[in-house]
C-alpha cells in the first residue's frame, strides 16, 4: 500500500518568514495530493491540493509543488502569520481502481509562527 | 451550508464496554470515509462507504470495529469490547462523488478515550 514521509516534524519560523513541508510518497500510481491544516482540537481543513497532472499551484500565500519523478510534493508558506501556527499534514490518494480516493496522510508538521 | 458533524465529541468508555460514534455527512455526499488519528500522529484510514455499500473495510482494525450506513446517508462506527488502544480522535469525512481528487471534508471528530 501507499507510504507517505513528511518532514520536518516541528518548524519554527519568524513572522513574515517562509516556510516548506516536504512529503514523499511511495505509490506511483497516486494522483491526487491534498494539504490539510488542522488546528488544536480541530477538524482538519483543506488548505490546498494539487493533480497529478499539474506541477504546481499557487493560492495567494500558499503553493504546492509537485515532482511525479522522484514521488514528492511540498507545501511553501510565504510571509507567514501568527494564525498559521498549526499542524500540516500531506496526503496521498489514488481514485480510481479499488482504492475509492482513501487517503494517506503523513505524519504532520508542528509549525509555529513566532511574531 | 452545514458541514459534516459527528457526536458524540467526547466518549469515555471503560474497558470492555460498547461505543457507538454516529457521523452526519454533508448533504448529497455519495462516499463517507472514517480514519482514526491517534495522538500527535495522522489519520488512519478505517473504512469506505459509497452510498450504503461498505466497498473498503480494510482499514479496520480488528472485527471489534464495525461501520454501517443502512440508508446512505447518516454512519455509525461502532466498537465492541472497547480497549484502551482504541482510545483516538475517530474522524469522518465526506466527498460529493467518487471521481479522482474529490475534496473530502471532515467532521469535527469523536475522542474515545478508553480506561
Known amino acids: 500500500g501507499e507510504n507517505v514521509e513528511q518532514h520536518p516534524s516541528t518548524l519554527s519560523v519568524q513572522e513574515g518568514d517562509s516556510a516548506v513541508i516536504k512529503c514523499t510518497y511511495s505509490?506511483?500510481?497516486?494522483?491526487?495530493f491534498p494539504w490539510y491544516k488542522q488546528e488544536l482540537g480541530k477538524r482538519p481543513q483543506l488548505i490546498i491540493d494539487?493533480?497529478?497532472?499539474?506541477g504546481e499551484k499557487k493560492d495567494q500565500r500558499i503553493a504546492v509543488t509537485l515532482n511525479k519523478t522522484a514521488k514528492h510534493f511540498s507545501l511553501h508558506i510565504t510571509e507567514t502569520q501568527p494564525e498559521d501556527s498549526a499542524v500540516y499534514f500531506c496526503?496521498?490518494?489514488?481514485?480510481?481502481?479499488?482504492?475509492?480516493?482513501?487517503?494517506?496522510f503523513g505524519q504532520g508538521t508542528i509549525l509555529t509562527v513566532h511574531p | 451550508g452545514a458541514g459534516v458533524s459527528q457526536s458524540p465529541r467526547y466518549k469515555v468508555a471503560k474497558r470492555g464496554q460498547d461505543v457507538a460514534l454516529r457521523c452526519d455527512p454533508i448533504?448529497?455526499?455519495?462516499?463517507l470515509f472514517w480514519y482514526q488519528q491517534a495522538l500527535g500522529q495522522g489519520p488512519e484510514f478505517l473504512t469506505y462507504?459509497?452510498?450504503?455499500?461498505?466497498?473498503?473495510k480494510s482499514g479496520l482494525p480488528s472485527d471489534r470495529f464495525f461501520a454501517e450506513r443502512p440508508e446512505g446517508s447518516v454512519s455509525t462506527l461502532k466498537i465492541q469490547r472497547t480497549q484502551q488502544e482504541d482510545s483516538a480522535v475517530y474522524l469522518c469525512?465526506?466527498?460529493?462523488?467518487?471521481?479522482?481528487?474529490?475534496?473530502?471534508?471532515f467532521g469535527p471528530g469523536t475522542r474515545l478515550l478508553v480506561l
Open positions: 448533504s448529497g455526499h455519495v462516499s
Open positions: 496526503a496521498a490518494s489514488n481514485a480510481g481502481g479499488t482504492s475509492y480516493g482513501k487517503l494517506t
Open positions: 462507504f459509497q452510498n450504503e455499500a461498505q466497498l473498503d
Open positions: 469525512a465526506s466527498s460529493f462523488g467518487f471521481v479522482q481528487g474529490e475534496t473530502q471534508y
Open positions: 494539487i493533480r497529478s497532472n499539474v
Open positions: 505509490d506511483s500510481a497516486s494522483n491526487y
